[in-house]
């Protein structure tokens, strides 16, 4: 399987099992979580939601193959594609999420803990946000978060520049809870989550709420303008030159473009 799901003493599991190809994600793995999440909301054994990827690897971000066949360029059917789905899933869930990073989180693995409540990594996670680098923008709402939490000229760093940070730095910065041993990570996280599951639901909900709930139009705004973009530069040339180098495993050329 390529994501796992388990609802154990109120703690819903949503993990990336698809070691082989580094956890990228594809069309179908963002759907089978959006599906996750939204269910989520209505169980009433679902107290908890925690996001969790290998010791090795949170995820590689998008699986490129899967994307460049299935660009999210178009709603199908009338639905939104599933990755937009899993965000705005993620983005409005009302209990609590949990991530549980170790190894890389590369892009959408390191956006999509924005819209987790705690975060923690292990002293072996690798975060980056390579949008620019692949001729796109960011997502998930990330270009209005990421500013609001860490302050614009370190987002700027990351951003535009897009290389790797530690966990220790994003502990720093504000994006991650916690920084723990790799050997311990998987223990602390359920153990908070434990915590989380035995406190009074709807508590935890209204608290969430009114963190959030002024931010819920603008991040909505926000992703909707970042998806439109998204789209119209993946049709772009200079994202076809970074997909087609990849592929070629060479260095880019962005020379010849505006």
């Known amino acids: 399987m390529s994501i796992t799901t388990r609802i154990e003493q109120g703690v819903l599991t949503i993990g990336f099992d698809r070691i082989d190809k580094m956890n990228a994600i594809t069309a179908a793995m963002y759907q ?26 949170f995820t590689a971000g ?8 299935r660009p999210p360029t178009h709603e199908e059917g009338g639905a939104p594609a599933p ?14 999420v949990v991530a549980s990073v170790s190894g890389a989180a590369v892009g959408i693995g390191t956006t999509l803990l924005l819209h987790c409540d705690l975060v923690y990594a292990s002293d072996t996670a690798r975060l ?3 949008f620019v680098q692949l001729g796109l923008c960011p997502e998930a709402a990330s270009s209005l978060l990421l500013p609001r939490l860490v302050g614009y000229q370190r987002a700027a760093e990351k951003l535009l520049l897009g290389e790797a940070f530690s966990a220790q730095e994003a502990h720093v910065m504000g994006l991650v809870t916690k920084v723990l041993p790799a050997a311990e990570l998987a223990d602390h996280v ?3 989550a434990a915590k989380l599951a035995a406190l009074p639901a709807s508590s935890l909900r209204e608290t969430k709420r009114l963190m959030k709930g002024d931010d819920t139009p603008a991040v909505e705004k926000k992703m909707a303008e970042e998806g439109e973009v998204f789209r119209r530069m993946l049709l ?18 962005f020379s010849k473009f505006d």
């Open 83 to 96: 990755v937009f789905q899993f965000l705005h899933a993620i983005s409005h869930a009302t209990k609590p």
């Open 32 to 57: 089978t979580m959006a599906d996750a999440l939204r269910d989520a909301e209505g169980d009433n054994a679902v107290r908890v939601i925690v996001i969790e990827g290998k010791p090795e690897i």
């Open 128 to 130: 980056s946000l390579p």
């Open 236 to 253: 772009a040339a200079e994202a076809k030159e970074a997909f087609t180098a990849f592929f070629e495993k060479r260095k880019p050329d």
């Open 62 to 69: 998008n699986d490129l193959e899967d994307f460049m066949k």
């Open 190 to 192: 359920r153990q908070q």
